[in-house]
Protein backbone atom coordinates (compact mmCIF):
# COMPACT_ATOMS: atom_id res chain seq x y z
CA UNK A 1 0.00 0.00 0.00
CA UNK A 2 1.77 3.08 -1.38
CA UNK A 3 0.87 6.59 1.34
CA UNK A 4 0.62 9.91 -0.43
CA UNK A 5 -0.37 12.86 2.18
CA UNK A 6 -1.66 16.32 1.42
CA UNK A 7 0.28 19.04 2.85
CA UNK A 8 0.96 23.24 3.32
CA UNK A 9 2.92 23.88 0.65
CA UNK A 10 5.32 27.01 0.99
CA UNK A 11 5.44 28.24 -2.33
CA UNK A 12 5.93 31.62 -4.77
CA UNK A 13 2.96 34.27 -5.47
CA UNK A 14 2.18 34.19 -9.37
CA UNK A 15 3.62 36.87 -10.16
CA UNK A 16 7.24 35.74 -9.07
CA UNK A 17 6.70 31.49 -9.86
CA UNK A 18 8.37 32.13 -13.20
CA UNK A 19 11.07 34.27 -11.53
CA UNK A 20 12.22 31.84 -8.91
CA UNK A 21 11.38 28.69 -10.09
CA UNK A 22 14.81 26.88 -11.09
CA UNK A 23 16.92 23.87 -12.22
CA UNK A 24 17.45 21.03 -9.80
CA UNK A 25 20.97 21.86 -7.90
CA UNK A 26 22.35 18.57 -8.82
CA UNK A 27 22.31 19.74 -12.54
CA UNK A 28 25.28 22.32 -12.63
CA UNK A 29 28.42 23.65 -10.85
CA UNK A 30 28.88 26.32 -8.36
CA UNK A 31 30.40 28.56 -11.63
CA UNK A 32 27.06 28.03 -13.77
CA UNK A 33 24.71 28.33 -11.01
CA UNK A 34 26.66 31.97 -10.08
CA UNK A 35 26.18 32.56 -14.11
CA UNK A 36 22.55 31.88 -13.91
CA UNK A 37 21.45 33.58 -10.96
CA UNK A 38 22.72 37.01 -12.63
CA UNK A 39 20.09 39.72 -12.67
CA UNK A 40 17.89 36.61 -10.97
CA UNK A 41 17.34 38.15 -6.97
CA UNK A 42 14.60 35.63 -6.83
CA UNK A 43 15.92 32.79 -8.42
CA UNK A 44 15.76 29.36 -6.45
CA UNK A 45 19.60 28.64 -6.41
CA UNK A 46 20.06 31.42 -4.39
CA UNK A 47 18.40 29.02 -2.11
CA UNK A 48 19.66 25.82 -3.18
CA UNK A 49 23.15 26.78 -3.79
CA UNK A 50 23.89 29.37 -1.76
CA UNK A 51 27.10 29.95 -2.21
CA UNK A 52 26.57 31.96 -5.04
CA UNK A 53 25.41 34.76 -2.68
CA UNK A 54 28.99 34.33 -1.12
CA UNK A 55 32.55 34.69 -2.47
CA UNK A 56 33.85 32.77 -4.82
CA UNK A 57 36.47 29.70 -3.60
CA UNK A 58 34.00 29.59 -0.47
CA UNK A 59 34.26 25.74 0.74
CA UNK A 60 30.58 24.40 -0.20
CA UNK A 61 30.34 23.01 2.80
CA UNK A 62 30.88 25.27 5.47
CA UNK A 63 28.24 26.85 7.88
CA UNK A 64 28.42 29.90 5.81
CA UNK A 65 26.92 28.52 3.09
CA UNK A 66 23.84 26.43 5.16
CA UNK A 67 23.20 30.02 6.84
CA UNK A 68 23.04 31.94 3.96
CA UNK A 69 20.37 29.34 2.33
CA UNK A 70 18.23 30.46 5.54
CA UNK A 71 18.67 33.50 5.54
CA UNK A 72 17.94 33.49 2.18
CA UNK A 73 15.11 32.06 2.16
CA UNK A 74 13.26 33.91 5.12
CA UNK A 75 14.19 37.15 2.83
CA UNK A 76 11.97 35.93 0.18
CA UNK A 77 9.39 34.86 2.77
CA UNK A 78 9.29 38.28 4.14
CA UNK A 79 9.70 39.85 0.96
CA UNK A 80 6.16 38.21 -0.20
CA UNK A 81 7.47 36.24 -2.66
CA UNK A 82 6.92 33.04 -0.43
CA UNK A 83 3.59 32.35 1.00
CA UNK A 84 2.31 29.53 3.05
CA UNK A 85 -0.62 27.76 1.92
CA UNK A 86 -3.82 27.92 5.13
CA UNK A 87 -4.43 24.06 4.67
CA UNK A 88 -3.26 21.21 3.28
CA UNK A 89 -3.52 20.98 -0.54
CA UNK A 90 -2.41 18.37 -3.17
CA UNK A 91 -0.84 20.18 -6.43
CA UNK A 92 -1.03 18.92 -9.97
CA UNK A 93 1.96 20.16 -11.97
CA UNK A 94 2.47 19.57 -15.75
CA UNK A 95 5.73 19.96 -17.96
CA UNK A 96 5.28 20.42 -21.48
CA UNK A 97 8.32 19.60 -23.68
CA UNK A 98 8.02 19.49 -27.30
CA UNK A 99 4.53 19.38 -27.15
CA UNK A 100 4.91 16.49 -25.36
CA UNK A 101 2.92 17.08 -21.58
CA UNK A 102 3.70 14.68 -18.51
CA UNK A 103 1.76 15.08 -15.58
CA UNK A 104 2.41 14.65 -11.62
CA UNK A 105 0.70 14.90 -8.36
CA UNK A 106 2.66 17.10 -5.53
CA UNK A 107 2.19 15.27 -2.26
CA UNK A 108 4.23 14.00 0.96
CA UNK A 109 4.84 10.55 0.73
CA UNK A 110 6.41 8.19 3.57
CA UNK A 111 9.91 7.88 4.93
CA UNK A 112 8.44 4.48 6.46
CA UNK A 113 7.77 3.56 3.08
CA UNK A 114 10.88 3.93 1.73
CA UNK A 115 12.34 2.44 4.79
CA UNK A 116 10.18 -1.27 4.24
CA UNK A 117 10.56 -1.20 0.59
CA UNK A 118 7.31 0.32 -0.71
CA UNK A 119 9.10 3.45 -2.77
CA UNK A 120 11.85 1.59 -4.46
CA UNK A 121 14.83 3.07 -5.76
CA UNK A 122 17.62 1.42 -8.39
CA UNK A 123 20.84 3.82 -7.42
CA UNK A 124 23.47 3.80 -5.05
CA UNK A 125 23.59 7.35 -2.87
CA UNK A 126 27.33 8.96 -1.94
CA UNK A 127 27.83 9.96 1.58
CA UNK A 128 28.92 13.25 0.99
CA UNK A 129 25.96 14.45 -1.60
CA UNK A 130 24.07 12.95 1.87
CA UNK A 131 25.30 15.49 4.11
CA UNK A 132 25.01 18.16 2.36
CA UNK A 133 21.07 17.72 1.60
CA UNK A 134 20.83 16.26 4.87
CA UNK A 135 22.28 19.81 6.30
CA UNK A 136 20.00 21.71 3.70
CA UNK A 137 17.37 20.20 4.70
CA UNK A 138 17.89 20.60 8.34
CA UNK A 139 18.62 24.13 8.47
CA UNK A 140 16.02 25.69 6.18
CA UNK A 141 13.33 22.97 8.36
CA UNK A 142 11.85 22.14 5.11
CA UNK A 143 12.04 19.98 2.08
CA UNK A 144 13.40 22.21 -1.00
CA UNK A 145 13.25 19.63 -4.15
CA UNK A 146 10.72 17.43 -4.64
CA UNK A 147 12.05 13.68 -5.42
CA UNK A 148 10.77 12.71 -8.58
CA UNK A 149 8.42 9.05 -8.33
CA UNK A 150 7.19 6.86 -10.80
CA UNK A 151 3.92 4.77 -10.66
CA UNK A 152 2.37 1.82 -12.79
CA UNK A 153 -1.07 2.97 -13.02
CA UNK A 154 -4.05 4.81 -11.21
CA UNK A 155 -6.84 5.61 -13.92
CA UNK A 156 -8.71 7.18 -11.18
CA UNK A 157 -6.45 9.59 -10.30
CA UNK A 158 -6.07 10.51 -13.79
CA UNK A 159 -9.46 11.06 -14.43
CA UNK A 160 -9.86 13.58 -10.84
CA UNK A 161 -6.61 15.47 -11.90
CA UNK A 162 -7.83 15.70 -15.40
CA UNK A 163 -10.97 17.06 -14.20
CA UNK A 164 -9.70 19.36 -12.21
CA UNK A 165 -7.71 20.61 -14.66
CA UNK A 166 -10.55 20.96 -16.97
CA UNK A 167 -12.46 22.70 -14.14
CA UNK A 168 -10.40 25.24 -12.62
CA UNK A 169 -7.71 27.82 -13.76
CA UNK A 170 -4.04 27.01 -12.93
CA UNK A 171 -2.34 29.25 -10.65
CA UNK A 172 1.16 28.78 -12.48
CA UNK A 173 1.51 29.07 -16.57
CA UNK A 174 4.89 29.87 -17.63
CA UNK A 175 7.53 28.72 -20.00
CA UNK A 176 11.19 28.65 -18.86
CA UNK A 177 14.07 29.40 -20.62
CA UNK A 178 14.84 26.16 -21.66
CA UNK A 179 11.53 26.00 -23.32
CA UNK A 180 9.87 23.55 -21.13
CA UNK A 181 6.18 24.50 -20.17
CA UNK A 182 5.39 24.73 -16.26
CA UNK A 183 1.62 24.64 -15.38
CA UNK A 184 0.55 23.89 -11.62
CA UNK A 185 -3.41 23.47 -10.25
CA UNK A 186 -4.04 23.87 -6.18
CA UNK A 187 -6.21 21.30 -5.50
CA UNK A 188 -7.77 22.46 -2.47
CA UNK A 189 -11.63 20.23 -2.08
CA UNK A 190 -11.65 17.59 0.96
CA UNK A 191 -13.61 15.60 -1.50
CA UNK A 192 -10.79 15.25 -4.41
CA UNK A 193 -8.15 14.86 -1.80
CA UNK A 194 -9.60 12.01 -0.15
CA UNK A 195 -10.26 10.29 -3.39
CA UNK A 196 -6.69 10.70 -4.56
CA UNK A 197 -5.39 9.37 -1.56
CA UNK A 198 -7.24 6.29 -1.63
CA UNK A 199 -6.67 5.33 -5.01
CA UNK A 200 -2.93 5.51 -4.38
CA UNK A 201 -3.83 3.34 -1.29
CA UNK A 202 -4.38 0.69 -3.83
CA UNK A 203 -0.88 1.06 -5.03
CA UNK A 204 2.12 -1.92 -4.32
CA UNK A 205 5.18 0.60 -5.18
CA UNK A 206 6.46 3.92 -5.60
CA UNK A 207 9.28 4.15 -7.78
CA UNK A 208 12.20 6.37 -7.36
CA UNK A 209 12.99 7.83 -11.08
CA UNK A 210 15.69 10.69 -9.74
CA UNK A 211 16.53 12.35 -6.81
CA UNK A 212 17.98 9.38 -4.82
CA UNK A 213 20.18 11.89 -2.45
CA UNK A 214 17.54 14.25 -1.57
CA UNK A 215 15.34 11.12 -0.92
CA UNK A 216 17.80 9.40 0.82
CA UNK A 217 18.53 12.89 2.89
CA UNK A 218 14.62 13.75 3.62
CA UNK A 219 14.70 10.32 5.38
CA UNK A 220 17.48 10.78 7.55
CA UNK A 221 16.57 13.94 8.74
CA UNK A 222 13.23 12.88 9.37
CA UNK A 223 14.62 9.73 11.18
CA UNK A 224 17.08 12.50 13.28
CA UNK A 225 14.02 14.10 14.48
CA UNK A 226 12.46 10.94 15.84
CA UNK A 227 15.27 10.59 17.68
CA UNK A 228 14.58 13.94 19.35
CA UNK A 229 11.40 13.47 19.96
CA UNK A 230 10.20 12.68 23.34
CA UNK A 231 6.96 11.54 22.28
CA UNK A 232 6.09 10.18 18.46
CA UNK A 233 3.14 10.07 16.69
CA UNK A 234 4.16 9.29 13.04
CA UNK A 235 2.08 12.18 12.10
CA UNK A 236 4.32 14.51 12.12
CA UNK A 237 5.59 16.29 9.06
CA UNK A 238 9.14 15.36 9.49
CA UNK A 239 7.89 11.57 8.48
CA UNK A 240 6.45 13.05 5.32
CA UNK A 241 8.76 14.56 2.72
CA UNK A 242 8.28 16.25 -0.74
CA UNK A 243 7.42 14.17 -3.76
CA UNK A 244 6.04 14.45 -7.30
CA UNK A 245 4.25 11.13 -8.65
CA UNK A 246 3.84 10.35 -12.47
CA UNK A 247 2.38 7.52 -14.22
CA UNK A 248 5.18 5.55 -15.47
CA UNK A 249 4.38 5.59 -18.93
CA UNK A 250 4.16 9.13 -19.62
CA UNK A 251 7.99 9.50 -18.46
CA UNK A 252 10.37 10.06 -21.03
CA UNK A 253 14.19 8.61 -20.27
CA UNK A 254 16.65 10.11 -22.98
CA UNK A 255 19.98 8.14 -23.51
CA UNK A 256 23.16 8.74 -21.48
CA UNK A 257 26.28 8.16 -23.11
CA UNK A 258 30.42 7.71 -22.23
CA UNK A 259 33.00 9.44 -23.61
CA UNK A 260 36.50 7.86 -22.93
CA UNK A 261 39.90 9.66 -22.57
CA UNK A 262 41.76 7.26 -24.14
CA UNK A 263 42.14 3.38 -25.84
CA UNK A 264 44.09 1.98 -23.00
CA UNK A 265 47.18 1.74 -25.05
CA UNK A 266 45.62 0.09 -28.27
CA UNK A 267 45.77 1.47 -31.46
CA UNK A 268 41.78 2.35 -33.18
CA UNK A 269 42.81 -0.11 -35.58
CA UNK A 270 43.51 -2.83 -32.58
CA UNK A 271 40.59 -1.36 -30.57
CA UNK A 272 37.95 -2.39 -33.62
CA UNK A 273 39.52 -5.76 -33.83
CA UNK A 274 39.05 -6.62 -30.22
CA UNK A 275 35.39 -5.03 -30.51
CA UNK A 276 34.34 -8.06 -33.56
CA UNK A 277 34.93 -10.19 -31.34
CA UNK A 278 31.83 -9.25 -29.05
CA UNK A 279 30.28 -6.93 -31.67
CA UNK A 280 29.10 -6.84 -35.03
CA UNK A 281 31.17 -3.86 -36.35
CA UNK A 282 30.00 -1.72 -39.17
CA UNK A 283 30.63 1.45 -40.54
CA UNK A 284 28.15 3.88 -40.30
CA UNK A 285 27.31 4.97 -43.98
CA UNK A 286 24.52 7.20 -43.52
CA UNK A 287 24.69 11.37 -43.47
CA UNK A 288 25.03 12.72 -39.28
CA UNK A 289 25.24 11.00 -36.42
CA UNK A 290 24.62 7.19 -34.80
CA UNK A 291 21.62 7.45 -32.84
CA UNK A 292 20.78 3.44 -31.56
CA UNK A 293 17.56 2.28 -32.69
CA UNK A 294 17.31 -0.69 -31.00
CA UNK A 295 18.76 -1.97 -27.59
CA UNK A 296 21.95 -4.29 -27.47
CA UNK A 297 22.66 -1.59 -30.51
CA UNK A 298 25.17 1.05 -29.82
CA UNK A 299 27.02 3.87 -31.66
CA UNK A 300 30.66 4.67 -31.45
CA UNK A 301 32.26 8.32 -32.74
CA UNK A 302 35.94 6.97 -33.06
CA UNK A 303 38.68 9.29 -35.25
CA UNK A 304 35.92 11.20 -37.08
CA UNK A 305 33.79 8.56 -38.54
CA UNK A 306 30.73 6.80 -36.87
CA UNK A 307 30.18 2.78 -36.49
CA UNK A 308 27.49 0.42 -35.46
CA UNK A 309 27.90 -2.16 -32.84
CA UNK A 310 25.52 -4.88 -32.28
CA UNK A 311 26.26 -7.14 -29.26
CA UNK A 312 26.61 -10.82 -30.25
CA UNK A 313 23.65 -12.67 -28.93
CA UNK A 314 25.68 -14.16 -26.05
CA UNK A 315 25.72 -10.99 -24.23
CA UNK A 316 22.78 -10.55 -23.77
CA UNK A 317 21.20 -12.00 -20.46
CA UNK A 318 18.44 -12.35 -18.46
CA UNK A 319 19.21 -10.88 -15.31
CA UNK A 320 17.25 -7.24 -15.25
CA UNK A 321 20.30 -5.63 -14.37
CA UNK A 322 23.04 -7.70 -16.88
CA UNK A 323 20.63 -6.70 -19.74
CA UNK A 324 21.06 -3.13 -19.75
CA UNK A 325 23.06 -1.68 -22.47
CA UNK A 326 25.02 0.24 -19.89
CA UNK A 327 25.66 -2.73 -18.64
CA UNK A 328 26.94 -4.77 -21.43
CA UNK A 329 28.93 -1.78 -22.68
CA UNK A 330 30.64 -1.55 -18.64
CA UNK A 331 30.96 -5.74 -18.62
CA UNK A 332 32.14 -5.97 -22.50
CA UNK A 333 33.94 -2.97 -23.57
CA UNK A 334 34.65 -0.74 -21.03
CA UNK A 335 36.22 -2.64 -18.04
CA UNK A 336 37.90 -5.77 -20.19
CA UNK A 337 38.78 -3.00 -23.07
CA UNK A 338 39.87 0.16 -21.73
CA UNK A 339 40.32 -0.88 -18.06
CA UNK A 340 37.76 1.77 -16.55
CA UNK A 341 36.72 -0.58 -13.94
CA UNK A 342 34.56 2.00 -11.60
CA UNK A 343 32.78 4.46 -13.80
CA UNK A 344 31.97 6.51 -10.24
CA UNK A 345 35.43 6.62 -9.86
CA UNK A 346 37.77 6.74 -12.42
CA UNK A 347 38.46 10.47 -13.86
CA UNK A 348 38.94 8.28 -17.97
CA UNK A 349 35.19 8.17 -18.17
CA UNK A 350 32.65 11.14 -18.32
CA UNK A 351 29.32 10.93 -18.91
CA UNK A 352 26.87 13.25 -21.30
CA UNK A 353 23.36 13.31 -20.84
CA UNK A 354 21.07 12.92 -24.07
CA UNK A 355 19.73 16.55 -23.93
CA UNK A 356 23.23 17.41 -25.18
CA UNK A 357 22.81 15.33 -28.19
CA UNK A 358 25.50 13.58 -30.05
CA UNK A 359 27.18 16.73 -31.66
CA UNK A 360 28.61 17.07 -27.80
CA UNK A 361 30.63 13.99 -28.25
CA UNK A 362 31.91 14.69 -31.11
CA UNK A 363 32.77 17.70 -29.92
CA UNK A 364 34.52 16.01 -26.79
CA UNK A 365 36.61 13.70 -29.37
CA UNK A 366 37.37 15.93 -32.09
CA UNK A 367 39.02 18.62 -29.42
CA UNK A 368 41.31 15.96 -28.35
CA UNK A 369 39.81 16.01 -24.86
CA UNK A 370 38.64 12.25 -25.37
CA UNK A 371 39.42 9.46 -27.83
CA UNK A 372 36.22 7.40 -27.71
CA UNK A 373 32.37 8.30 -27.51
CA UNK A 374 29.19 5.70 -27.31
CA UNK A 375 25.91 6.62 -27.92
CA UNK A 376 23.38 4.01 -26.05
CA UNK A 377 19.62 2.98 -26.53
CA UNK A 378 18.15 4.43 -23.63
CA UNK A 379 16.83 2.86 -20.49
CA UNK A 380 13.10 2.01 -20.48
CA UNK A 381 11.27 2.21 -17.39
CA UNK A 382 10.24 -0.82 -18.07
CA UNK A 383 13.55 -1.75 -17.17
CA UNK A 384 14.32 0.63 -14.30
CA UNK A 385 11.13 -0.86 -13.08
CA UNK A 386 12.57 -4.65 -13.18
CA UNK A 387 15.80 -3.83 -11.48
CA UNK A 388 14.00 -2.16 -8.57
CA UNK A 389 11.62 -4.79 -8.27
CA UNK A 390 14.26 -6.98 -8.24
CA UNK A 391 16.10 -4.92 -5.42
CA UNK A 392 19.27 -4.44 -7.63
CA UNK A 393 20.96 -1.20 -8.53
CA UNK A 394 21.70 0.45 -12.15
CA UNK A 395 25.19 1.09 -13.04
CA UNK A 396 25.63 4.60 -12.87
CA UNK A 397 24.29 6.80 -15.10
CA UNK A 398 22.03 4.77 -16.52
CA UNK A 399 18.85 7.19 -17.23
CA UNK A 400 18.72 10.71 -18.05
CA UNK A 401 14.89 12.47 -17.63
CA UNK A 402 13.87 15.19 -19.37
CA UNK A 403 12.26 17.32 -18.49
CA UNK A 404 13.51 18.35 -15.61
CA UNK A 405 11.56 19.31 -12.17
CA UNK A 406 12.17 22.85 -11.41
CA UNK A 407 12.73 23.45 -7.17
CA UNK A 408 11.34 26.11 -5.78
CA UNK A 409 7.48 26.01 -6.73
CA UNK A 410 6.82 23.72 -3.87
CA UNK A 411 8.58 23.73 -0.49
CA UNK A 412 7.57 21.59 2.51
CA UNK A 413 7.30 22.79 6.03
CA UNK A 414 9.03 20.20 8.70
CA UNK A 415 6.65 21.27 11.02
CA UNK A 416 7.92 23.22 14.53
Known amino acids: MATIRPFMGIRPEADYAQAVAALPYDVMNSEEAREMVKDKPYSFLHIDKAEVDLPQGIDLYSDAVYAKAKENLESMIAQGVFTQ ?23 CTSIDEYLNGTIKKHELTRADKEADR ?18 KSNELAKTIMDGWKAANPPVYDFVSEDGIG ?3 WVIDSDTEIGILVDSFRKLEHFYIADGHHRNASAVKVGLKRREEKELYTGEEEFNYYLSVLFPADELKIMDYNRVAKDLN ?22 EGQLHPQKPHQFG ?18 NDPVLSLDVSILQKEVLEPLLAIGDPRTDKRI ?21 KVAFSLYPTSMEELMNVADADLIMPPKSTWFEPKLRSGLFLHDLGE
Do not use: C
Open 350 to 370: DFVGGIRGLSELEKRVDSGEM
Open 300 to 317: MYLEGKWFSLISNSNLIS
Open 134 to 151: IRHVDTLNANTGPIFLAY
Open 182 to 184: HTV
Open 265 to 286: GHSAEEFLALLTEKFQVTPYQS
Open 85 to 107: DLLPNLYIYQLTMNGRSQTGLVA
